[in-house]
């Protein structure tokens, strides 16, 4: 029994001069002892409440101390990169990284903007717009953009869609993953810059050269086929339907047209060929030779569009296309009158068209024929009245039905030639 | 003995525990539970490379305390931004976070708001930005309160130096805070008639609608001259003014002196036909436009004198102005406008004598008039270059087209 208890006090002794003198002490915090705290946590309560109150005081001012210490050495760094990195090693989101690093991106930008411009001035209200100065200020900050555009690339990635950007793509291409629509977005905005810059040259009243629509084509050629490589044929043909420019076109033509699927996809196709071969969305006018090519196929694609639909749902389509129908259905939802008003009204006017085109056939003298084209549009003014309405009659005259106008002008003028000797 | 030998291995073994928790928990604050704050070292100046592992907080070689945007307090704004400051971040970082904090919150709730409406099959027309007009207003007060809060945290919506040249070029020399005033009143009232584009069926504008815009219009200036000292108001009408920003592009060539621009300012702002979203352009307009515009030429010309009217009648006709925005997008020399403006007179009177002379059979006349064509194009051709005859033809020219066309080309 003694010995054993004399074994176990050597080793307790042992591990009592181990525990004291070997190894790495503990670290203690170098803030003021017994009180540090947490910014934002809170303070122990009872029992020495001042003096502990006047410790997390002193624990807090060493905290920012400490703080403002490692973020000056963090800011000072001229080092974009390294400022990146710190600041995301501190624990900042993302976003917070982006505006933090964009905006001395922005201040690099501004002093070299300095230098190649000079400071900005206010010019007096009476100085007058100079379309040379407005070119080569424009194609200076063009350059200082794409400087921008770049730098944040390097430094910060493809980038952070603008907050309405990030959420219209979000919205358009659900059927993409987050991944993709960033994918595609960026590629987008890429591609959206070089079209810019090609508009923006051929910017003014219909100034372009030849150069500039080559230069749109190859640039919208390339960005379809870059964005093709970056989905699944399924994917992309989706994203066409959703996001290119035949389709916003198509979309908006068809407004009041209630198409379904089958037919959008069958209008699209062939409106896509249409658009590539005459470059929607070009700049600058088109020659004498373009707009005679583009009359002709105008009219083969709407007789296209007649065979996909059929001739009862093409008349409705063209129906929902006119300017005067539109009208209409303004008037008889303004007014609360029955939808069917605004067919009808549609339907006069080709029954005008046609009884005006036999009037100007017929044999009959000059006087007889406007007397009876007076009739015509005396007759259909008090038609369109009992369909929607006095005022929305008069409204309708003004401001939608130019076929009416143009019945009206034709009657005046007839009864004009009538009265000369 | 026993008892000594027993009391000094209870004593050591006391000792053992103590070192041991010692050892174990040494570094933990007393009572509280609260993390200690470790001072991290300073870190090197970046040495360009930044040879960073951002992910185990190790930068230029230093470790970075990851919890310090955790410290800053970002769930509430004020602490935030207290403790930005006090930690060293210049006021320019203070707004670019604050900006940013609100943006990534609107862009969230706008994409709640997105996606609760649901998926829309591509072949359904959506107008504009896909939310109803109720998310509309609901965004439209949450951007309000996003600038009341940064006007009470930062005392001002921040403001880029981008952003106040674009508006400087805009309002002219007014203040920031006035420059913003202005700018809010605008955002508001633009997406009110914004409202009003979207809703017009088939997009077209009713009598209706362009009431309501007159009436959205006339409420703006309103607002924006409450918003405005005298002095602004006079120099928001000499800068932002539809009248004056049109004469500005109009008269370019003219170089006005101020008292030209006052004068003819006034005489344009009285006889201009009203402008903006709520006009509707009729023939009844159109014949009163030109009615106006003769009277506002008389009146000019007796305000500038004769030498000073004929410069104002050239950068004023449409062959002048087109000649000056082909020659700069072609960087052609500024000279190059005039020559090309003299040329187009030139060749004009020479076609009008040719019109007019009654000795000239048809074809002679056609052969003439061929022969002044294939002149203009090549003299044109020495200013402009050959391709900017094309590009000159192609946005215009009608001088050189219609002498082309009496010269029997198509």
Redesign the interface.
């Known amino acids: ?2 010995s054993t ?2 074994i ?2 050597g080793a ?2 042992i ?2 001069a181990v ?2 003198v070997g ?1 790495p ?7 003021a002892e ?8 809170p303070l ?1 309560g009872d029992g020495g409440s001042e003096a502990r109150t006047a410790g997390a005081a002193d ?1 807090a001012r ?3 101390a ?14 974009l ?6 600041l ?6 993302e ?2 990284v ?3 690093v ?2 001395r991106i ?1 201040e690099q930008i ?1 002093a070299r903007r300095l230098q190649r411009l000079g400071p ?1 001035k ?1 010019e ?9 100065e ?2 080569r200020v424009r194609s200076v900050e063009r350059a200082l953009a794409r400087e921008q555009r770049a730098l944040s690339a390097e430094l910060l990635g493809a980038g952070a869609m603008a ?2 950007v ?3 793509m ?3 291409l ?1 059927f993409l993953s987050p991944a993709k629509v960033e994918l595609i977005r960026a590629i987008e905005a890429d591609y959206s810059d070089m079209i810019s810059d090609v508009r923006s ?2 910017y ?7 150069e500039d629509q080559e230069k749109l084509r190859m640039l919208q050629r390339e960005k379809e086929a870059d964005i093709a490589a970056a989905l699944t044929p399924e994917e992309y043909e ?1 994203y066409q ?2 996001q290119s420019s035949t ?1 916003n076109t198509l ?2 033509r ?3 047209f209630d ?3 089958e ?3 069958a209008l699209y196709a062939l409106q896509k060929v249409y658009d590539d071969r005459f470059q929607a969305g070009r700049i ?2 088109r ?2 030779e373009e707009q005679r090519a583009r009359s002709t196929a105008d009219r083969e694609l709407k007789d296209q569009f007649k065979v996909v639909l059929g001739e009862s749902r093409y008349a409705e389509y063209e129906r929902s296309t006119s ?1 005067a129908y ?2 209409a ?3 008889v ?2 007014f609360n009158l029955p939808r069917e008003n605004a067919v009808s009204v549609h339907a006069l006017e080709a029954e005008a068209r046609r009884r005006h085109g036999e009037l100007a056939q017929s044999a009959a003298s000059t006087a007889e024929r406007a007397s009876a084209m007076q009739a015509l549009a005396t007759e259909m003014a008090g038609r369109i009245d009992a369909l929607l309405g006095a005022e929305g009659g008069r ?1 309708f005259r ?3 039905g130019s076929w009416f106008r143009v019945l009206e002008e034709q009657a005046q003028r007839g009864s004009a030639s009538a009265r000369r000797p | 003995m026993k008892t000594l030998l027993v009391s000094l291995v209870a004593v050591s073994l006391a000792g053992n525990a103590v070192l041991l928790a010692w050892r174990c928990f040494g570094g933990s604050v007393e009572g509280g539970g609260a993390v200690p704050v470790v001072a991290p070292s300073p870190l090197r100046p970046g040495s360009g490379e930044s040879g960073a592992d951002a992910e185990s907080g190790v930068v230029q070689g230093q470790r970075i305390e990851p919890t310090l945007w955790g410290q800053l307090g970002a769930s509430d704004g004020r602490t935030l931004v207290t403790n930005l400051r006090e930690a060293g971040f210049p006021e320019s970082d203070v707004q670019a976070v604050v900006r940013a904090l609100m943006s990534e919150r609107f862009t969230e709730r706008r994409m709640k708001l997105l996606a609760a409406n649901g998926p829309l099959p591509f072949w359904v027309s959506r107008r504009g930005d896909g939310l109803t007009a109720e998310q509309r207003a609901e965004l439209r007060e949450l951007r309000q309160s996003h600038e009341a809060e940064m006007r009470a945290l930062l005392g001002a919506v921040p403001m880029t130096e981008s952003e106040r040249r674009s508006f400087r070029r805009v309002y002219g020399p007014l203040p920031d805070a006035t420059i913003q005033a202005i700018s809010t009143i605008q955002a508001d009232y633009g997406e009110l008639v914004g409202e009003i584009y979207r809703e017009a069926s088939g997009g077209m504008m009713m009598p209706w609608d362009r009431e309501k815009i007159a009436f959205i219009e006339a409420e703006q200036r309103k607002d924006i001259e409450a918003a405005l000292t005298p002095e602004e108001r006079e120099l928001h009408k000499w800068y932002v003014s539809g009248t004056a920003t049109a004469l500005r592009y109009q008269l370019q060539g003219f170089e006005p002196t101020e008292a030209e621009f006052r004068a003819i300012f006034a005489i344009r702002e009285r006889l201009d036909p009203p402008s903006g979203r709520a006009a509707y352009i009729d023939n009844t307009a159109l014949e009163q436009r030109r009615t106006l515009d003769a009277q506002a030429r008389e009146e000019i010309r007796a305000v500038l004198g004769e030498a000073r009217y004929a410069d104002y009648e050239r950068v004023t006709n449409p062959d002048y102005r087109q000649a000056t925005e082909v020659v700069a997008r072609l960087n052609l020399p500024r000279e190059n406008v005039m020559a090309t403006y003299q040329l187009g007179r030139e060749m004009q009177s020479r076609a009008e004598a040719l019109r007019a002379d009654a000795s000239l059979a048809l074809a002679d006349r056609a052969a003439a008039m061929a022969a002044l064509a294939a002149e203009a194009d090549e003299r044109l051709g020495v200013i402009l270059t050959r391709d900017g005859v094309s590009v000159f033809r192609n946005t215009g020219g009608s001088w050189l087209r219609r002498i082309e066309s009496m010269g029997g080309a198509r």
């Open positions: 029994m003694k208890l004399v176990v006090l307790s002794a591990l009592n525990l004291l190894g002490r503990p670290h203690r915090p170098e803030v017994a009180s540090a705290v947490v910014v934002g946590a122990r624990a060493a905290s920012a400490a703080r403002r210490g490692e973020v000056g050495q963090l800011l000072e760094s001229t080092d990169a390294t400022l990146r990195d710190g995301r090693a501190a624990g900042f989101p976003t917070i982006r505006a933090l964009g905006r922005e501004e900005t206010v007096p209200f009476w100085k007058t717009y100079d379309s040379f407005e070119r907050g309405d990030r959420a219209y979000a919205d358009r659900r040259d051929g003014g009243p219909g100034v372009s050269l030849p989706l339907l959703h389709a979309r908006g068809l407004r009041g198409v379904t699927e037919e959008f996809r600058g006018p020659t004498a300017s539109r009208a259905v303004n008037i939802e303004h409204v003004t401001y939608g």
